[in-house]
Structures are given as C-alpha cells and as structure tokens.
Nanobody, 117 residues
Framework: QVQLEESGGGSVQAGGSLRLSCAAS???????LGWFRQAPGKEREEVAI???????AYADSVKGRFTISEDNAKNTLYLQMNSLKPEDTAMYYC????????????WGQGTQVTVSS
C-alpha cells in the first residue's frame, strides 16, 4: 500500500498563499490522488483530485483559488492554495486510491492550515 506524507502547512493571513506537498512511496498509472480537509466539528471534505491522465476536479469552494498538480519524477503531489480565507482553516490530508474503486484507502497524517482574518 502506498505511503503518503504531507508537508507545507502553516499559519497565514487571509489573502495569502501556501503550497502543500505530499510525498508518496510510489506513483502508478492506475492511481487517483486527492486532497481532503477537515475542520473541527465538520465532516471531511474533498478539496481536489487528480488522475494520472491529468484530469482534475475541485470543490466549488476552492475553484479558481487552489490548484492540484503532481510531479511524477519526484512522486510528489501538490496543492497550491492562493487567496486563502479563514474558512479554509482545517487539517489537510492527501489520499490515494485505485481508479477502479471509489474507496480512498491510503492517507497521510495531515498538515494543519490556519488562516487568520
């Protein structure tokens, strides 16, 4: 099973930017990768996903502000977050699954993002 480790979280003011990274033990062409977030007292939310053909999808709340990308040579997934808002404050997780199933079965430990107004 793929191992994932996030980094890049931190505290920023509203309007600022952060880039999250997720180092994976392996990338395969049948994988779908994604970023999720969970704020205290709220359910986990899918933020952005990318497949190995470059197809992407975003939550409406982050469209136009966040960009998901990957570097296959480095086995690393990224989430560029611009124009951050206080409501983006959450623990962010990267995850992976096979493109043949819907269950996300590999998760990182999470990285905290805090946006102050």
């Amino acid at each position: 099973q793929v191992q994932l480790e996030e980094s890049g979280g931190g505290s920023v003011q509203a309007g600022g930017s952060l880039r999250l990274s997720c180092a994976a033990s392996e990338f395969t062409y049948n994988m779908v990768l994604g970023w999720f977030r969970q704020a205290p007292g709220k359910e986990r939310e899918e933020v952005a996903i990318i497949n190995k053909y470059g197809g992407t999808a975003y939550a409406d709340s982050v469209k136009g502000r966040f960009t998901i990308s990957e570097d296959n040579a480095k086995n690393t997934l990224y989430l560029q977050m611009n124009s951050l808002k206080p409501e983006d404050t959450a623990m962010y997780y990267c995850a992976a699954r096979s493109r043949y199933i819907s269950e996300w079965n590999a998760w990182g430990q999470g990285t905290q993002v805090t946006v102050s107004s």
